[in-house]
C-alpha cells in the first residue's frame, strides 16, 4: 500500500471509530445523540431516536472495520461507506445552518459540544476529500513497513485531533 492510502486508511477509520465510541459507548451518549437527532428534526422523540442513534454508530464502526486492509474491493466499499455518510452529515449540517438552528454538535459526543457552523462543514470537506482519496488509492503496491508505520501513525494523530476539533477551534476565539 501506498502511504497515501494507509494514511487516510487511519484517518478515516480512527475518524469514524472514534465518532461511533462517542456516540454508542454508554447510554447516556446514545440518549445525547439520540436527542440531537430529534433536534435536527430527523427522527421523533423516544425509541425511534435511539434506534437511530445507533444505527448510526453502529455504521460509523462498521466504515472502521472495513477499513483494516483486507481486499481492494473491502477497503473501497469502506472508503465509499464512509462518503456516503459524510455527505449525508454535510448535509443535515447545512440545512440546520439554514435555518439558524442553535444545534448541538454531538457527532464526537461529549456533554457541552459546539452547536454546528462552517467548521463541521470544512471538516467533512477535508474528510470526503481523504475518503475519495483513499479510494482512488485503493489496490495500489504496497508499502514498506517503515512507510506503512510513519502513515498510519500521522493518520491516526490527525484522526484524533479532528475529534477534538470544537475544543481546537475554542482555544483560538477571542472571549
Given at each position: 500500500?501506498?502511504?497515501?492510502?494507509?494514511?487516510?486508511?487511519?484517518?478515516?477509520?480512527?475518524?469514524?471509530?472514534?465518532?461511533?465510541?462517542?456516540?454508542?459507548?454508554?447510554?447516556?451518549?446514545?440518549?445525547?445523540?439520540?436527542?440531537?437527532?430529534?433536534?435536527?428534526?430527523?427522527?421523533?422523540?423516544?425509541?425511534?431516536?435511539?434506534?437511530?442513534?445507533?444505527?448510526?454508530?453502529?455504521?460509523?464502526?462498521?466504515?472502521?472495520?472495513?477499513?483494516?486492509?483486507?481486499?481492494?474491493?473491502?477497503?473501497?466499499?469502506?472508503?465509499?461507506?464512509?462518503?456516503?455518510?459524510?455527505?449525508?452529515?454535510?448535509?443535515?449540517?447545512?440545512?440546520?445552518?439554514?435555518?439558524?438552528?442553535?444545534?448541538?454538535?454531538?457527532?464526537?459526543?461529549?456533554?457541552?459540544?459546539?452547536?454546528?457552523?462552517?467548521?463541521?462543514?470544512?471538516?467533512?470537506?477535508?474528510?470526503?476529500?481523504?475518503?475519495?482519496?483513499?479510494?482512488?488509492?485503493?489496490?495500489?503496491?504496497?508499502?514498506?513497513?517503515?512507510?506503512?508505520?510513519?502513515?498510519?501513525?500521522?493518520?491516526?494523530?490527525?484522526?484524533?485531533?479532528?475529534?477534538?476539533?470544537d475544543d481546537v477551534v475554542s482555544l483560538f476565539k477571542t472571549a
Amino acid at each position: 500500500m501506498t502511504a497515501l492510502l494507509v494514511f487516510t486508511q487511519w484517518l478515516i477509520g480512527a475518524t469514524f471509530l472514534l465518532s461511533a465510541l462517542s456516540k454508542v459507548g454508554s447510554a447516556t451518549s446514545l440518549r445525547l445523540f439520540a436527542e440531537t437527532l430529534v433536534q435536527l428534526r430527523l427522527f421523533r422523540a423516544g425509541r425511534p431516536s435511539r434506534v437511530a442513534a445507533a444505527a448510526i454508530g453502529l455504521v460509523e464502526a462498521l466504515v472502521a472495520i472495513v477499513l483494516v486492509p483486507l481486499s481492494t474491493a473491502v477497503t473501497r466499499l469502506g472508503f465509499l461507506l464512509a462518503i456516503g455518510l459524510l455527505a449525508a452529515f454535510s448535509a443535515v449540517i447545512l440545512r440546520s445552518l439554514r435555518r439558524r438552528e442553535q444545534v448541538a454538535c454531538r457527532c464526537f459526543g461529549g456533554s457541552a459540544p459546539a452547536a454546528f457552523s462552517a467548521v463541521h462543514l470544512v471538516r467533512n470537506t477535508g474528510l470526503l476529500a481523504a475518503a475519495v482519496t483513499g479510494a482512488l488509492a485503493a489496490g495500489q503496491p504496497s508499502a514498506p513497513w517503515e512507510v506503512w508505520v510513519i502513515a498510519a501513525l500521522a493518520g491516526a494523530i490527525c484522526a484524533f485531533i479532528i475529534s477534538r476539533l470544537d475544543d481546537v477551534v475554542s482555544l483560538f476565539k477571542t472571549a
